[in-house]
Every structure is written in structure tokens, then in C-alpha cells.
């Protein structure tokens, strides 16, 4: 059963959803600007160093904590919202979480979001940000944890198989969260977990598909990374909240890559929501954060 904290969020997301499905379509700019991982928008830490960067075109930031300020670590982190949403301002505050707890700087991508750009403008963004990071930042593909969340996890999990294919160096690890990995929406919880998802529908992963695919095929592996060959990528930490229509993203991605010998873990968070980590005070994300943090420990 959920904490109370985290059925407060659960309960506001539903209270939300129904608002929405009987309001006229918000403009997107003020969508843009009230998005946040479930819903909870909050300033970036005071002591959180922000650096502002250009990686190879990508606008892209360097969030350093104090934990993190001399470590050579790194976090690449690829933030969600549908390809149309997301942000500094909306991830910032987990991002920089995740890396004052893993010890890491981050570095912080802001790829282009449809509609102004299709697919594959979100990939291309993420590639030329890597490969920044790789050769003028100079740093060691193996001191980098890779990580993303939701359409982010997509992105993370294509650039991993884009530098396999390549035979670049890997990352030493990777981290998806809630990951959005099918964009024809074939998963068996898109209908076993339909009434419980408060964020997700199976009608809302298909239409932001269509407007990131712009008439690209739903199963080219760079937009479907399900569909990929998971053979010989570094180790994933897979959280997904038991409560997805995404559910099913996870579990598929889990067996394929255990079937292909990938050193693979799947935490499911029985009965939470998408991208649940969000809910920095409640107990369930510190549980998350320390699966993570043991995660990263290990490279």
C-alpha cells in the first residue's frame, strides 16, 4: 500500500486527470511551464551549482552538488515529458537529487521537443550531447552512469545501442526509469493496468507517437528501443511504479535483455505511478534512491 505521502500524489494526479479530460486543451506553453514529475514543481536546491553549457549545439547544464564537486563521476540525464514537455526548470530538483545521493555531477541535456521538431531530432540531440561529453569534456565513458526517465529512457537506451552498433565505448551503467520504450503501445498493461494508471493512457502514448514520429515508423529502434537487439549493453537498473500502462515496457525490456545475458535488474514499486520518484519526501522514492545509489556503487 502506498505511504500517505505518496497516496496524497497518487490522489492529486486523479483529481487532476479528471479536471483535464472535461477542460479544453491547455496552451502548451503553459503546459511546458507547470510540468514537473507528478506534478510537483520546486525550485532547484541553493546549493546546487548550475552551469550553463553549449554541447555541441545542445543547450545542456551542469548541475554539481557539494557531495559531487571533486568527484570525476558523471550523471548523463535525459528527462521525460512526451518529447513535447520537460526541462531544467521540471527536472532539475530530482536530477540533482539523484546525483547529490550518487555522489556524481550531472549533465543535463535539453533536447528539442515536438512539435516545432519530430523524431529524430530528440536522438540527434542526445547523441551530439554524448559524444560532447566524451570528447571535449573529456570524459571516461566509464565513469559516466547513463540515465533517464519515461521518453528519456528511451533516448538513454537508443544511445546505448546507437555506440554498440558504432563499437564506441559504453557507459559503465545505465538507469531507466518508468521508461516509455513502445511507441505502437503493444504492451499487455496498457489494458491490465488502464483503471490504475493516474498519468498514462494507451490512447495518450499513441498520440504523442504520432507527433514525435511526424509518419516514421512506431518500430524503428532509435524511437522503440523494445525493438532493438538488447545484446551486449552495460548493466541497466530498470524502477518502474506497479501501477503503469507502461508496466509492460520494463518487463519486456528486463527478459529480453537477461535472455541475451545483460546484467539486468527490475525493481517494480507495487501500486505507484509513473515517474514516482518525483515525490522527493516520500519514503518510497528514498527507497528508490537508495536502490540507485547501491547501483552506482558498483562501477
Not at 223 to 229: K, T, W
Request: proline share 8%; hydrophobic share 45%.
Amino acid at each position: 500500500m502506498p505511504s500517505p505521502e505518496m497516496q496524497t500524489i497518487i490522489d492529486f494526479l486523479k483529481r487532476r486527470r479528471v479536471i483535464r479530460a472535461s477542460s479544453p486543451p491547455r496552451p502548451l506553453a503553459v503546459s511546458r511551464d507547470s510540468f514537473a514529475p507528478v506534478g510537483q514543481l520546486r525550485p532547484l536546491s541553493d546549493d546546487i551549482a548550475v552551469d550553463i553549457l553549449d554541447a555541441d549545439g545542445v543547450p545542456a547544464y551542469w548541475l554539481t552538488a557539494p557531495e559531487a564537486a571533486t568527484s570525476s563521476n558523471v550523471l548523463f540525464y535525459l528527462h521525460g515529458g512526451g518529447y513535447y514537455l520537460g526541462s531544467l526548470r521540471s527536472h532539475g530538483p530530482l536530477v540533482a537529487h539523484i546525483g547529490r545521493a550518487t555522489g556524481r555531477r550531472v549533465l543535463f541535456p535539453e533536447y528539442r521537443l515536438t512539435p516545432e521538431h519530430s523524431f529524430p531530432a530528440a536522438f540527434d540531440d542526445t547523441l551530439a550531447a554524448w559524444r560532447w561529453l566524451v570528447t571535449l569534456g573529456c570524459i571516461d565513458p566509464g565513469k559516466v552512469l547513463l540515465a533517464g526517465d519515461s521518453v528519456g529512457a528511451a533516448l538513454a537506451l537508443a544511445l546505448l545501442h546507437t555506440l554498440r552498433d558504432a563499437g564506441e565505448p559504453l557507459p559503465a551503467a545505465t538507469l531507466l526509469i518508468s521508461p516509455l520504450l513502445d511507441l505502437t503501445a503493444s504492451g499487455a498493461s496498457m489494458t491490465t493496468r488502464a483503471e490504475q494508471d493516474p498519468v498514462f493512457t494507451r490512447e495518450a502514448v499513441i498520440s504523442l507517437g504520432a507527433t514525435y514520429l511526424n509518419g516514421a515508423d512506431a518500430r524503428s529502434p532509435t524511437a522503440s528501443p523494445l525493438f532493438a537487439s538488447q545484446a551486449g549493453l552495460s548493466p541497466l537498473l530498470i524502477q518502474v511504479g506497479g501501477a503503469e500502462v507502461l508496466l509492460s515496457d520494463s518487463e519486456r525490456l528486463a527478459e529480453a535483455a537477461a535472455n541475451v545475458g545483460v546484467d539486468v535488474t527490475l525493481h517494480v514499486a507495487e501500486g505507484l505511478p509513473h515517474v514516482y520518484h518525483g515525490a522527493l519526501e516520500a519514503p518510497e522514492t528514498a527507497e528508490a534512491i537508495k536502490q540507485i545509489v547501491e547501483f552506482a556503487r558498483r562501477f
